[in-house]
């Protein structure tokens, strides 16, 4: 695992330098530390090392570059700043170092007022997502984290080897651990996907979740209400999303793509609600797989989940 690499760049089309005309990839500096409070700042975790434990289709460690790429020309809808922490690059299977140095890189972000955005990676980019948040000053011991994955697993396996399928049950250890209260939810669960002890598992936990089923467009209003529910349960939130909850005709570049998935106009509509909440404090966006890709489909549709988050995030708070 190395340090940060330095930023990489931000290319696109240029149709002026205008506030009128801005894409990301003219908003976007290198991070230093320092900045306008509240701005994005993207953090790539270059690692496939957790679907290898997993036994998934190796390629996400390019993930990052490649989520860059797809969001660079997209218009903003106003003149904002963001910038550019670089990528986390797990080498030699040192996952937990790169976990651990992801953590501090988010921790860092958070403390100085920022909205730190990390691009995986496969899902084990979680749990060093999450210590970031948890490790950061502005966790207390009265503060109760939400996590929501939207996701076709649990993520919750019993697994003695870390991988990207433990992520959110090392998580539920290490606050048990801290004696802290969160709160767990998922949305987009596959049921051929989990067998009965992850079942189990998530019922042990006290983890709220939405079997796919029922996240169709036509049930969008109960799942706005569970996310509600979950939003009025917690103080801050950690919002994950794995593109492997996506149909495979919409996310085909991921390690294990949906039979069914959960429609994009769902799970659009559940990121608008969180970025507008005023409780989101990091998002991470996992398991694009480029080298799996079809005509970049499932990266475009990840960089437009994401521009919107930004963009609506930041807009509320301004």
């Not at 530390?33 to 509240?38: R, V």
């Not at 953090?43 to 460690?61: H, P």
């Not at 997209?74 to 790169?98: F, K, Q, S």
């Not at 404090?281 to 990840?302: G, Q, S």
Request: aromatic share 6%; hydrophobic share 40%; with cysteine.
């Amino acid at each position: 695992m190395s340090a940060p690499a330095r930023a990489k760049s931000w290319t696109g089309r240029v149709d002026g330098t205008g506030p009128e005309h801005l894409r990301w990839h003219q908003a976007v500096e290198t991070y230093t530390g320092t900045g306008e409070p509240g701005a994005p700042v993207f953090i790539g975790f270059a690692s496939d090392e957790g679907v290898r434990r997993n036994k998934g289709r190796l390629g996400a460690a390019a993930g990052p570059a490649a989520l860059r790429r797809a969001l660079a020309s997209m218009a903003l809808p106003e003149a904002l700043r963001a910038y550019d922490a670089g990528d986390i690059e797990v080498t030699d299977g040192n996952l937990e170092g790169g976990q651990d140095a992801l953590a501090t890189v988010v921790s860092a972000a958070l403390d100085s007022g920022h909205f730190p955005i990390v691009l995986g990676g496969g899902h084990e980019v979680a749990l060093g997502t999450y210590l970031g948040l948890a490790r950061s000053e502005q966790r207390t011991a009265a503060t109760r984290i939400g996590i929501l994955n939207l996701d076709a697993h649990f993520d919750l396996r019993p697994d003695p080897v870390p991988s990207s399928g433990t992520p959110f049950r090392q998580i539920a250890e290490w606050e048990q651990a801290q004696g802290t209260a969160w709160q767990y939810s998922v949305i987009g669960i596959s049921q051929p996907s989990n067998t009965p002890v992850l079942f189990e598992t998530a019922d042990r936990l006290g983890v709220r979740y939405m079997l796919d089923d029922y996240c169709g467009t036509g049930n969008l209003p109960s799942v706005l209400e569970f996310v509600d529910g979950f939003l009025e349960s917690v103080d801050q939130v950690y919002l994950t999303i794995d593109l492997d909850v996506l149909p495979a005709a919409v996310a085909p570049g991921v390690s294990a793509p949906a039979a069914y998935g959960v429609p994009l106009e769902t799970v659009q509509a559940v990121t608008d609600h969180i970025a507008a909440s005023g409780k989101l404090a990091v998002c991470d966006v996992a398991e694009l797989n480029p080298a799996l890709d079809i005509d970049n489909r499932t990266a475009r549709t990840a960089a437009r989940l994401l521009h919107r988050i930004a963009t609506r995030r930041v807009a509320i708070t301004d």
